[in-house]
């Protein structure tokens, strides 16, 4: 019997996740680990390890050692050196001998778990799986301390680094990654299949999707260090069509209270990735917006017969952050690429006024 461990760090990754399982490894042993990135993700955990899916379901709370700036000088150093000597990261009998170690983020943990992983079993695979459409032609970038740290692991004690075993990446849509991996198609979500398990693990309220319109959040105004000026195109929105006819989707790692302080309609289901919504229900009358969000293209996937999309990063500072413009590049190759061509109307804003005329 074959053994994983699939590494989640967000909601859609965890959807991933379990689609894997259910078609790759539906009769290995796979451990699944969920880190605290997003919020609530430890009932979520819970809930997991209660399906019986999984073979193990971890909680592994490592946002505050391995994410951010604030850490102290101290932790940082050490966590470098837990990278370098292969510290243990997971009791002997979870990493004992595991083939296949599948994450999408290539951060400092992800690093030393493979550090610890490789000690068991020094042909262990390593496999890359998608994070949205919008995560494929992403560069295999890493920190400068990860560079740094496989620089001396691999020269100076001889032992193996991450990147050097990563050769496969795991999508639903092949045909559009462009990377050196190789990639390997995920089979297309059945949402009968699906539905039940969705169904156990979130309370979805499907009430709310009564908007006109629904604005999906991004990161680009508060997990960067120079905001790119959505949350006031957010609001230019809100003052062209209305505040009742517009609902506002918080990313799940924006803990910021700014949007009800505002007086914003919030979409009650924010820890629920748009994904497993689209699952349970077919949402076809409203308006998707989103400066980058990769969800204006899961509503086109998950449900051909949903709304009408459009992003409006023309309105928005997207050069005061380069991982910005590189998901602007992205959406834009998306858009004229003969496979999005079958996934319906989306179009882009390139005036605020536009927004009506959707």
């Given amino acids: 019997m074959k053994k994983a461990i699939i590494l989640c760090n967000t909601y859609y990754q965890i959807l991933v996740a379990l689609q894997l399982k259910i078609k790759f490894y539906r009769d290995e042993c796979v451990i699944i680990l969920i880190s605290d990135h997003s919020k609530n993700t430890l009932d979520l955990t819970k809930k997991i390890k209660e399906l019986k899916i999984f073979t193990d379901v971890l909680f592994i709370a490592n946002k505050s050692r391995y994410v951010g700036g604030n850490r102290s ?55 890359r799986f998608e994070e949205g459409i919008l995560s494929y032609n992403f560069p295999l970038s890493r920190r400068k301390s990860s560079i740094l740290l496989d620089f001396l692991r691999k020269f100076f004690l001889r032992k193996p680094i991450l990147i050097d075993r990563l050769n496969d990446f795991y999508c639903f849509f092949p045909e559009l990654y462009e ?68 609902l506002v989707k918080v990313h799940p ?4 209270n700014i949007y009800s302080k505002e007086g914003f309609h919030l979409d009650p289901n924010t820890s629920v990735p748009w994904e497993a919504i689209l699952i349970c229900a077919k949402i076809t009358s409203c308006i998707f917006l989103s400066v980058n969000s990769s969800c204006l293209f899961s509503s086109k996937i998950i449900n051909n017969s949903a709304g009408v999309s459009a992003f409006v990063y023309p309105l928005c500072n997207v050069d005061n952050d380069p991982t910005a413009i590189v998901t602007v590049k992205n959406i834009q190759y998306l858009l004229k690429n003969t496979v999005s061509n079958n996934w319906g109307k989306i179009s882009v804003v390139e005036k605020i006024e536009d927004v009506l005329t959707l």
Avoid: M, W
């Fill in 253 to 256: 790692r924006d803990r910021r």
């Fill in 179 to 246: 990377g050196k991996l190789r990639a390997h198609k995920i089979p297309k979500i059945d949402t009968k299949e699906l539905k039940p398990i969705i169904d156990k693990l979130f309370d979805i309220d499907l009430s709310v999707y009564k908007y006109k319109y629904i604005f999906f959040t991004s990161v680009y105004d508060f997990d960067v260090p120079k905001p790119i000026g959505e949350f006031e195109v957010l609001k230019k929105i809100r003052d062209l069509v209305g505040n009742d006819n517009l």
């Fill in 73 to 127: 000088f101290t932790c940082k150093i050490s966590n470098l050196l837990f990278e370098i000597i292969s510290k243990k990261q997971l009791p002997d009998n979870l990493i004992k001998n595991v083939d296949d170690f599948l994450f999408f983020n290539l951060d400092l943990y992800t690093h030393s778990l493979f550090a610890t992983l490789v000690n068991t079993n020094p042909n262990i695979k390593c496999i």
